[in-house]
């Protein structure tokens, strides 16, 4: 297990400083991004209409916060797997679920005024790094059935 952890150093250094920078955009979200929704979900918002806001600026607030998780997610799931094939799988569903996520969230924004939960879980989706809790695992997963294959 040591002698792993050794062989494994640079990846578990790297992973690390990929896991705080997560952090740091958590703990600097009030600062860094426009995103009146960051105090309306902390309070009771099942009966609040939506926060006023400037849809360019929060579209670009949301967009940069998704943009730099995706950066540090793709950077760690190729320091872990140093798999190119993997890395532009998980770009391309970057791509394609962040196209998603953003219509969707600006949709119920526009046309569901009362979607409060909706919102907060389309919104979660867009500015935490829960795909990458999701691809790591599967990725893994995967290359571990790939070995079995090929050994036998």
């Known amino acids: 297990m040591l002698n792993s952890l050794l ?9 690390v ?15 860094l991004f426009y995103d009146p929704f960051l105090e309306y979900f902390e309070k009771d918002f099942k009966n609040l209409p939506y926060p006023e806001n400037d849809s360019v600026k929060l579209f670009c607030g ?16 190729y320091v872990l797997f140093r798999d190119i094939d993997i890395f532009k799988f998980s770009f391309f569903l970057y791509a394609f679920f962040g196209v998603i996520l953003f219509v969707a969230f600006f949709v119920v924004l526009d046309c569901f005024p009362n979607a409060n939960w909706l919102l907060f879980y389309v919104r979660r989706f867009i500015i935490q790094p829960i795909f990458v809790l999701l691809f790591i695992p599967a990725f893994y997963y995967q290359q571990q059935n790939l070995k079995k294959i090929t050994d036998h």
């Open 62 to 77: 949301l967009f940069f916060r998704y943009f730099l998780n995706a950066i540090l997610s793709l950077s760690l799931i």
């Open 7 to 15: 062989k494994h150093k640079f990846k578990i250094l790297i992973s």
């Open 17 to 31: 400083c990929i896991v705080i920078c997560f952090g740091i955009i958590r703990a600097f979200e009030n600062s």
